[in-house]
């Protein structure tokens, strides 16, 4: 059974920083690209950024310069460091799993990841 737990989400003033994780258990971790989502209320979900089983990295343009995304095959874990953070940042953020290697071509649309967390919440303030 596949296992997907976001932790890290919190209530930060605009301009600080945070880390996400995500820890999953039941598939080949290594073997798998892994993103990170997002959802804000009345918004649909959208792409944050994309690591594939090489590490080369796929980031949403708003994003870029200020979030960086990373994995740690040993403990089977995602991160989302999180600088600069803005108001437009806040949303429930979800981990999710691909059942391939690289990160698909439509990946910030969420297609080729079968497994998903519960999400966690990021709130900026101004």
């Known amino acids: 059974q596949v296992q997907v737990m976001e932790s890290g989400g919190d209530l930060v003033e605009a301009g600080q920083s945070l880390r996400l994780s995500c820890v999953v258990s039941?598939?080949?971790?290594?073997?798998?690209?892994m993103a990170w989502f997002r959802q804000a209320p009345g918004k649909e979900r959208e792409g944050v950024a994309c690591?594939?089983?090489?590490?080369?990295?796929k980031y949403r343009d708003n994003v870029k310069g200020r979030f960086a995304i990373s994995r740690n095959n040993a403990k089977n874990t995602l991160y989302l460091q999180m600088n600069s953070t803005k108001p437009d940042d806040t949303a429930m953020y979800y981990c999710?799993?691909?059942?391939?290697?690289?990160?698909?071509?439509?990946?910030?649309?969420?297609?080729?990841?079968?497994?998903w967390g519960q999400g966690t919440q990021v709130t900026v303030s101004l």
């Open positions: 039941g598939v080949r971790f290594e073997h798998s690209a």
């Open positions: 690591i594939r089983w090489d590490v080369i990295k």
């Open positions: 999710a799993v691909a059942d391939v290697s690289y990160c698909p071509e439509y990946w910030f649309q969420g297609d080729g990841f079968p497994y």
